[in-house]
C-alpha cells in the first residue's frame, strides 16, 4: 500500500484509502471493499452534511449493484 493515505469521514466514520491503483478504497464497517461511487450510492446522498469528504461520489461511475437493495422475502 506504498503511497496510499488513509481519511476518515467526520460524518459517517467510514475509512477510504486514497492513492490505491484503480481507484481509492472504501472500508464500509461490515462487508467486503467498495468504491467511492458505492459509499455516495447508499450513504452520502442522503446525509447532506457539512464536512463529507464524499460529496460526489469520486471519479468512477456508479454502478446498478451499488445502490441498496433491501432482501424482499419471497411468499410461500
Known sequence: MTGSNMQTCPVCGVKILVGLV???RVL???GPPGTRARLYARVCRY???PGCINK???TQPAQASDYYKP???KSP
Open 47 to 49: 446525509v447532506d452534511k
Open 56 to 58: 460526489d461520489g469520486g
Open 22 to 24: 484503480g481507484g481509492d
Open 71 to 73: 432482501d424482499i422475502p
Open 28 to 30: 464500509f464497517s461490515a
